[in-house]
């Protein structure tokens, strides 16, 4: 109820919800709001204005210019303003209304911003926000796909309860194929696995290099390896071995550094 009060009913909306938990480890809200405001007298608004279209600038900003012909403003809400766009005829002269009057282009606005699609992104992160002031820090959650969180996965798909339903039969040998979405799901999951074993592997490479690459700058920096007349460096410098006892850069360890 904290999340559905914050997000949607102290903005306005009327909220309907039935929280669902079968014990089934999928325990789930179905929610209902309302797109449509309310008017000071408690009678629905309009979801939707009608308005002029403007004429605006590279960065979506009304032009302001009093001069222009076809400027208008709202006499009774004066920050209600712009230069009218004409409606044009195939020759290029403003179309003329049945009454003698001009027309200008219109454009549907949503009086309250909520039936937006970019709010499916500003919900996910509410319901974040809510979930992890409660979470653990080891629990938290992220509304964010893995691409966006910089995240080697490949993301599951939604099953459903239909298909959980399809698979529950098939493992029970009543039906003999299986929801292909929880078959997909497996397959997902096994690639998973063996992508965070790549990363796994690459890490210790990365983390060999790392150290291989220390020993040598320690190396190159100890005073008399080398001198610039050569009066220090050996015959058999750079062709009997490699830095270090065991050609690792790694002296005394007696084998390369274990990778996979």
Known sequence: TEYIQKTF????????????????????????????????????????????????????????????????????????????????????????????????????????????????????????????????????????????QGKLEIPTIHEGADARKIDEKFQNGQTQSASWKVVENQIIKRQNALLDKIQISFGKVSGALTQWKERLDDIRRKPGSHSHDGDNDKPDRGTAEFYGSDGTGIAGTGSTAPVF
């Open 9 to 148: 009913v102290n903005k306005g909306m009327c909220a309907d919800w039935s929280i669902h938990d079968k014990g089934d480890g999928n325990p789930h809200v179905h929610l209902l709001v309302t797109m449509r405001p309310f008017n000071p007298d408690h009678s629905w608004g309009n979801k939707e204005i009608k308005d002029w279209e403007f004429v605006r600038d590279e960065n979506g900003n009304i032009v302001v210019d009093e001069s222009h012909p076809d400027w208008w403003q709202d006499k009774k809400n004066p920050d209600r303003h712009g230069i009218r766009i004409p409606v044009l005829d195939e020759n290029g002269n403003q179309k003329v209304g049945a009454r003698n009057r001009k027309q200008w282009k219109r454009v549907l606005t949503d009086a309250t911003g909520w039936n937006s699609p970019k709010n499916c992104e500003l919900w996910r992160s509410e319901w974040a926000n809510v979930c992890n002031s409660h979470l653990k820090t080891e629990n938290h959650i992220d509304h964010r796909s893995y691409a966006r």
